[in-house]
């Protein structure tokens, strides 16, 4: 006696262009991770030095016209893009975002290398770029949290208060210098997390490589420059780049530790090193070599 | 035309040559793809979905060039992986519904159809479980489930019953012979000579990397049908005489056994009529039966040249 209990029935139903096929992915990619109350409290965590930048918002906004907070007022940051540069750029919204990258990166291919679940999705009518652009776009979106969202609230959060659109014409560079920030630093990081997880079936090896990379890194490039004493030290630091790009991008009124041709070599290798070792590891020698 | 045809398809990883000009058609119904470990036959299915790329050849679909076809080649095909293939903290249902998305299925589409299918393979009970805490006979079922959801033409099925137990293993022949009665075309790769014969009406035969014989299943039991093995008891000569005037072929016969193979266009009965006009008498006839085994070891025996890597 066979053991299904119903027969097969043919499906006669409507079926989707090939072109979104990757929303799935990218949905079961993201969504369990914002099931994890761990990983929520990071993302709240992350989001913690913007609430000062709404303070600092709602003070100039509110008190700025009152005679008798000018001196205090005074004393406090402005709200424009010194202040976006150094909230995106921060110690501990980076260090946060590098825990991200290792929680969320290191398995965005070595699970499906592990499970073997990488030849199942690669067998359905999703290509190599349609599912590599459903992981980097789930890692993406946390990216996200830590730069484009916040911002924007912020300027929302300024627009309204002030109550006219003045903060968006004199201080724009807000807006377009962070999307900038996102489209490069980001988005280049993204192909490099993606790239390293590619190599490796284990998850934890690729955590590893991550965390050497990052912080490493960092370190490296610290004592490099604390015996040379030259800036050039802090070109391996995946870190400070990312810090001297949010200055550049913002075009923030702080020292930079890295020049803009540098930072520009930097994110071109980091991009085209990924985009090259992704296209052998999916494209010339087939996706599971 | 069949359902799918290989032409002449080349994969090579690096230097070493997987497949080395794999030629076959299969017409419907199940075919099986046999060979010993590293002849090819997982490559061989990773080429047919594009997993691996092909270093010349090409195959047609329903007549249709895999290239003109492109990613959409997979809407039509379901493929049931080797080893693992199930995403762990995933129940049985929303795994097969994702991938039913990624078919194209609409998401509501998509989750009704894989309670469907999960409920044909048997899982319809565990569908809300965990994927990772199913046994290997579940797993393989669930990923059977996966390849259906999108109700493909072609099944691709890399060694289904591996590391099931003998029930588990009958209840997934036995889908898989439904499956060739709803009229789906079934590829089916394994070593197990026995899933090949229970399910499939053709066969072929891979070795190191080439197609070593390969034909439909009744063809090979119609053309052992005209062997057979005579117990003679009187004189041995005289009995093997008379069959090679017949033009007959016989093997060696000691103690009166012989081993007689017959045109195709003569009976058994013609092996009486010789003996009747002998001193002596037939005292065993049997048909002899050559298992697709013993066809499959002769043709992995052959010796299979290695071609210089390029």
Not at chain 1, 144 to 169: K, N
Not at chain 1, 171 to 186: E, I, M, P, Q
Not at chain 2, 118 to 129: A, K, P, T
Not at chain 2, 168 to 175: N, Q, V
């Amino acid at each position: 006696m066979p053991v299904y209990d119903q027969g097969y029935r043919p499906y006669g139903g409507e079926r989707k262009g090939l072109r979104r096929r990757w929303i799935p992915l990218f949905r079961e990619e993201a969504l369990p991770y914002l099931r994890k109350k761990r990983f929520l409290l990071l993302l709240i965590l992350a989001v913690v030095p913007w609430f000062y930048g709404i303070a600092l918002t709602y003070l100039h906004t509110q008190l700025g016209d009152a005679e008798w907070a000018k001196d205090f007022l005074g004393q406090l940051p402005k709200v424009d893009e010194t202040l976006v540069a150094r909230l995106l750029t921060n110690g501990w919204s980076i260090f946060l975002m590098m825990i991200v990258s290792i929680w969320v990166g290191s398995g965005l291919v070595a699970r499906d290398r592990k499970q073997r679940t990488l030849e199942v999705f690669l067998g359905r009518a999703l290509g190599p770029v349609q599912y590599l652009w459903a992981k980097g776009a789930a890692l993406g979106l946390f990216f996200l949290i830590f730069s484009m969202i916040p911002v924007t609230v912020l300027v929302i959060f300024h627009v309204g208060l002030s109550g006219d659109l003045a903060f968006l014409w004199t201080h724009g560079r807000v807006l377009w210098g962070t999307l900038l920030f996102s489209a490069v630093g980001l988005g280049s990081l993204t192909l490099f997390l993606l790239c390293i997880s590619s190599l490796s079936k284990s998850p934890r090896v690729v955590g590893i490589l991550l965390v050497g990379v990052a912080f490493f890194g960092w370190a490296a490039s610290g004592i490099l420059f604390a015996i040379t004493r030259s800036e050039a030290a802090w070109f391996f630091g995946l870190i400070p780049q990312i810090e001297a790009l949010g200055i550049l991008c913002l075009g923030a009124d702080v020292k930079s530790l890295i020049s803009p041709l540098q930072s520009g070599l930097f994110f071109s290798l980091l991009t085209l090193g990924s985009l090259g070792v992704l296209w052998i590891r999916f494209g010339r020698k087939g996706v599971l070599r | 035309m069949g359902v799918l045809a290989v032409h002449g398809v080349h994969v090579s990883y690096g230097s070493t040559k997987a497949l080395q000009g794999i030629t076959f058609q299969v017409k419907g119904g199940a075919a099986g793809l046999l060979g010993p470990n590293g002849a090819g036959k997982s490559t061989l299915i990773k080429a047919l979905l594009g997993l691996v790329p092909l270093s010349s050849g090409s195959f047609t679909l329903l007549d249709r060039e895999s290239r003109q076809l492109g990613p959409a080649l997979r809407d039509r095909v379901g493929y049931v992986p080797e080893r693992d293939g199930v995403r762990a903290g995933m129940s049985g249902v929303a795994w097969v519904s994702l991938l039913g998305e990624l078919s194209g299925l609409p998401r509501r589409a998509a989750i009704e159809r894989s309670h469907e299918v999960l409920q044909y393979v048997g899982l319809g009970e565990s569908r809300y479980r965990d994927a990772a805490t199913y046994s290997t006979g579940m797993q393989q079922r669930l990923k059977l489930a996966a390849a259906l959801v999108h109700d493909p033409l072609l099944v691709l099925l890399d060694e289904p019953t591996a590391g099931m137990d003998p029930k588990g293993r009958e209840e997934m022949l036995d889908l898989c012979r439904d499956l060739v009665d709803q009229g789906k075309t079934l590829l089916l790769s394994t070593h197990i000579l026995k899933d090949v014969e229970a399910v499939c009406s053709e066969v072929v035969i891979l070795h190191r990397g080439r197609v070593v014989a390969g034909a439909r299943i009744e063809d090979w039991t119609r053309s052992q049908a005209q062997h057979f093995l005579v117990q003679w008891h009187g004189k041995p000569e005289e009995f093997r005489d008379a069959c090679t005037k017949a033009g007959w072929e016989v093997g060696r016969g000691e103690n009166g056994l012989f081993r007689v193979v017959l045109p195709q266009e003569e009976g058994p009965r013609s092996v009486f009529s010789v003996a009747d006009g002998l001193q002596g008498a037939i005292h065993r006839f049997v048909r002899e039966e050559t298992s697709l085994e013993e066809v499959f070891l002769e043709a992995v025996s052959k010796e299979v040249p290695l071609e210089e890597p390029a």
